[in-house]
């Protein structure tokens, strides 16, 4: 039988019951409480993304409802702006709002017209868009993934939660400022939330979409131009992804002549068999369990920015954990990390603008690689991968003056082969059944590019240089029911712009699952311990959070200069899921904590030479979160709303919850296919 390998609370029960009893039990008395539910009428649940809240001051302008839709049987079918017969604006003069701190609006003017087709930019003034998604969703439902674009430009990718028979909603703020080129042009809005409603799966997703737009003296220069590394498909009403390894995930396009400074970004995230790419094993240890299916090409993923057939630059990807995967009873109402916001990392592609600004076409293609070995604990990082990861790329453009050519040499490029260390040992039993798997695997890669860049402004020179090292280490026991997994992946980007970032992605999981033949019961556990830690100094591509800090660079000694950032957070907790033929519960706890920090330069001393300056930090927003069974128990915030707010009860049944039933491999990434 399964059952040895569940311990814990339900030990207890199982060592009376068998599964099929064990299942009636949970079944009544969670079927109870659903009838609670129904008949209390409770509130939304609020779930929520624990991260850095989008501040003022700034002066807002106006604001446009971008989107109201739901999203019932949308796959394939995305949200396109033309349904949207009235975009309502509201305008105002003399409206000082300090999100978050005080509000004060006079509106002025209330006007809604009919622009079939398109985003138009409003008439008012701004230098800064944050926009503001808010979702309600009543019923049972997957977790689903959902891209904005404007016309084949990605904005914003997101995911959701998995509602609950009572209702949830969330609100997502970001600040897309970084997009205020696009912004200044008509779009067409596409909205790509694939959701698919049944008898089961009752839910939609209602959505409302809103853009404020204000001014702000301190706001950052953005790009003067965007180009997208899409599919291109707005025209044709679709969504714009590549499917990665489908999809030649490639465009060939000429940039302007006269570039100052570019930089590449890629959103990616692995969907089906490369969802939990993390928890994969080598590709030629798929097969150590006839009974349990595990997916290959080693849990290391690497994102590849070529150039004409050159290696540029890469991004090594943060594990996103969707509010269904491992154990769902993670994450409610605390999503996981980044789960509504999908971020991307930048490559910084100046060095290679001689090579670029030649006037002639130049491709730019993502590659999403990971490893493939031949068993003796030798591999290669390349493109064979699962199905599939969901690919754009953008590369940011800032302009010299209108008449000049950017020349120079280069890039000259120093890029050895990536250090790899694989091996994996499989353990059997005394029938020679293998019975258990250990893995290691170790990543290491530098890269370094430097030109000679001749702009208006002369010639300077100009590199990046990217430090990357990756290590996982994992075993399955129980042929292959439980797995833990301990990766650490870091990194360090510099360019000579002066941007620079340094990040650390540890992450260790745990699971089990015990799945009954006979009655296809499903019963998974799991513990997991995860961080996501970001420092980045100079000027980022994607809004850093500090930039409207500035009032802040003055208030101490005088001369404080706000240089960079640094975000940390971290998520743990245990959960427990049980999935019958007819319903799916869970419960768990989980525990946030983030905080954000600014970095200063601040004067130090002064001597002969001048003022001899130092790094100072302050943290700008601390937040502690502790969530158990649905409840959120305990939520220190300082000091957005100042506030400190304890054991609030926001759902009624303290116990099961109910989620949307997967297979193990949905839910885990190994074990019986969907
Ligand atoms: C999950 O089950 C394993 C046994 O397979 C047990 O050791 C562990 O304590 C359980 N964890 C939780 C969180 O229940
Ligand atoms: C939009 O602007 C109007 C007027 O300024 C204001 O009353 C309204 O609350 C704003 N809506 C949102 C969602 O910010
Ligand atoms: C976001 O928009 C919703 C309406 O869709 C509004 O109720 C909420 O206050 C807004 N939140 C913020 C932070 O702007
Ligand atoms: C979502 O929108 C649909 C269609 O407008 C509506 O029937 C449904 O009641 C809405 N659900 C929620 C939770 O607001
Ligand atoms: C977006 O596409 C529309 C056609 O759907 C076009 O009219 C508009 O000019 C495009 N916007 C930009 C900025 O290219
Ligand atoms: C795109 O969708 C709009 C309505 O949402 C429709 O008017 C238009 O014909 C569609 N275009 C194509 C190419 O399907
Ligand atoms: C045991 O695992 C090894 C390595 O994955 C595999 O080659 C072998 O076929 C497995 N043996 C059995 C009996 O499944
Ligand atoms: C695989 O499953 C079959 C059918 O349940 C069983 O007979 C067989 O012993 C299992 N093999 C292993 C290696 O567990
Ligand atoms: C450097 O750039 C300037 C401005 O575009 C141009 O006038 C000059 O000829 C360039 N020098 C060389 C050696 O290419
Ligand atoms: C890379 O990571 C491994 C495992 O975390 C660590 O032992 C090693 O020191 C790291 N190497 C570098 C250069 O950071
Ligand atoms: C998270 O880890 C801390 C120890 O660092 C522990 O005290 C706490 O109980 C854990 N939280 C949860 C929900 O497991
Ligand atoms: C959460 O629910 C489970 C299942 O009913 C229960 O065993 C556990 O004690 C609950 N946790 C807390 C902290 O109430």
Known sequence: MLLYIIHSALLVCIAYYTFSSLHYDYFIVARSLIQNIANASTPNLEVFQVYPPVEGPFDVSCNLTLMV?????????????????????????TCHVALAVERKVQLLQTSAYTRPGQYVPPKCAFNRVVINLTVESVGRQFDRLGLMYFNDTEIFRTSTAEPTATGIEWTFVKDVS???????????????????VDNTYTAAFNTTLIATFSTD??????????VPISAHRSASNATSAFRVPQDKAANTLALPRNVERAVFTISACGQADEEFWWSNVLSSDTRTFPNNTLLGSSPFRELQLYIDGMLAGVAWPFPVIFTGGVVPG?????????AFDLREDEIDITPWLPWLCDGNQHTFEIRVAGINDDGKGHGMINSIIGNYWVVTGKIFVWLDTESSVTSGSGPYRGEPQPVLRLS??????????????????????????????????????????????????????????????NQQTTGTGNSSS?????????????SAYALDAASGNLLINGTMDRSKNVETFGTTVFPAGTEYHAHLEHTVGGS???????LRTRQNGTATYFASDEQSFGFGSTEQDLSFV?????????????????????????????AVNGTVVENDETPAEQTVETARTLFVPKDWQNFAKSAPQAILGRGPPR
């Open 69 to 93: 839709h739901s999203f019932a049987f949308s796959y394939g079918r995305p949200y396109v702006g033309e349904s949207a017969s009235t975009l309502t604006l509201h305008r105002c003069l």
């Open 178 to 196: 970084n997009y205020l080129t696009l912004f200044r042009q008509p779009q067409k809005i596409i909205f790509d939330l694939g959701n698919l």
């Open 217 to 226: 003296p301190n706001s950052p220069t953005p790009a003067d131009v965007i």
């Open 330 to 338: 993670f994450w409610r109402p605390v999503v996981g990390i980044d």
């Open 424 to 485: 994996s040992m499989v353990e059997t039993d005394t029938d020679g059944t293998n019975e258990t798997l250990k893995y290691e695997i170790q990543v290491k890669r530098y890269m370094y590019l430097e030109s000679i860049v001749n702009t208006s402004k002369g010639f300077r020179s100009a590199s990046w240089q990217q430090s990357l090292n990756f290590s996982n280490i994992g075993s399955f026991t129980s042929k292959g029911n439980v797995q833990i997994i």
């Open 498 to 510: 002066g941007y620079s970032s340094k990040f650390s992605y540890p992450m260790s999981v745990r």
């Open 560 to 566: 404080r200069l706000l240089i960079g950032s640094n």
């Open 598 to 626: 600014g970095l200063f330069q601040v004067p130090v001393s002064l001597n002969a030479q001048g003022v001899l300056t130092g790094r100072g930090s302050s943290e700008l927003y601390h937040r502690h979160v502790v």
